[in-house]
């Protein structure tokens, strides 16, 4: 994945039985389709060419059996490894927290949530009747990536939208092209398990 064209638009299929979306560039042309399996004890993502699944691009494998602290493998179509992406456990509870670590095992960058509280307000009047179907429009967190620096990187936003199925993921600083796949992959990866917590 180089040479994207940001802002990435990160869209989920609510007609569908997966947990799953669409990535488009800012030019609307389609860069990836996501889907995870579901009825697994072990995580497994593939991100594809488009929606019609013929061509796998990536893979994301969880080391894990439904562990709170699972680290989750990102490799390429040929098997070459990326990293990993791991969830920090105790230190997600309030603030979703996630460690990118290259394949020379270098912990480079952490995401997080920028305001815990949005998500808290948005999950706690979601469970409203009626007025938790239009949260949507007015919660939405956002997550960052930084580097050892504490430079952000990346930004990813919900966007506002029914069902919560609209996110946009943009490029705040410059970054090398394979740490760049890396970081959109753990990003893709991360929507996925945040958007299941709620």
């Known amino acids: 994945m180089n040479n994207l064209s940001y802002p990435l638009q990160l869209k989920f299929h609510i007609a569908t039985l997966s947990n799953d979306f669409t990535a488009k560039d800012a030019n609307g042309n389609v860069i990836a389709y996501t889907r995870q399996k579901k009825w697994r004890l072990k995580e497994h993502v593939e991100i594809y060419e488009n929606s019609n699944r013929k061509n796998v691009l990536f893979e994301i494998k969880a080391s894990n059996w439904l562990d709170f602290n699972t680290s989750y493998a990102i490799s390429e ?113 991360m929507i996925l398990l945040e958007r299941n917590r709620g």
Not at 128 to 139: A, D, M, N, R, S
Request: glycine fraction near 8%; avoid cysteine.
């Open 77 to 189: 179509k040929n098997g070459r490894d990326l990293g990993k992406v791991s969830r920090k456990g105790i230190h997600s509870l309030w603030r979703a927290r996630y460690h990118v670590i290259d394949a020379d095992k270098n912990d480079n960058y952490i995401i997080t949530e920028e305001n815990p509280f949005i998500k808290f307000i948005d999950e706690t009047l979601g469970e409203i009747p009626i007025l938790g179907f239009f949260t949507g429009y007015f919660f939405n967190p956002s997550y960052i990536a930084k580097d050892k620096n504490g430079k952000v990187i990346l930004r990813l936003k919900k966007n506002p939208s029914f069902f919560g199925r609209k996110f946009s993921l943009n490029k705040v600083n410059e970054i090398s092209p394979e740490d760049e796949s890396l970081l959109v992959m753990s990003f893709m990866m």
